[in-house]
């Protein structure tokens, strides 16, 4: 079972900026491909970026040029990067969790409010 606990989101003004993380405290770390994902209401829930075992990082198409994902391995953490935050980025943003391409894992969610 691998745990992942959100952290970062809150309100902030068209353009402005924000870092959420995400806590994965396990052994098998390194061997996970690690996502964020976010849904906004009467919406689906959306990959927005991802980054795998070997470091390779994808964007959703949205956010290409704003948002950045990266991790800290030897504190078991992934961070997203948003810059340059507009009102369609409101969403409660989830960290996922992947191993072997089998077993999933998601956080509790953070909110993440874009308004003036």
Known sequence: QVQLVESGGGLVQP???LRLSCRAPTKIFSML????????PG?????VAAI???????YADSVKGRFSISKDS???MVYLQMNGLM?????VYYCKAT?????E????????TVSS
Do not use: H, I
């Open 105 to 112: 894992y998601w956080g509790q969610g953070t909110q993440v």
């Open 43 to 47: 919406k689906e829930r959306e990959l």
């Open 33 to 40: 491909n690690m996502g964020w994902y976010r849904q906004a």
């Open 74 to 76: 030897v504190n078991y």
């Open 52 to 58: 795998n075992v070997a470091n390779r990082r994808t």
């Open 15 to 17: 353009g402005g900026s």
């Open 99 to 103: 191993f072997r391409g089998e077993n």
């Open 87 to 91: 009102p369609d980025d409101t969403a």
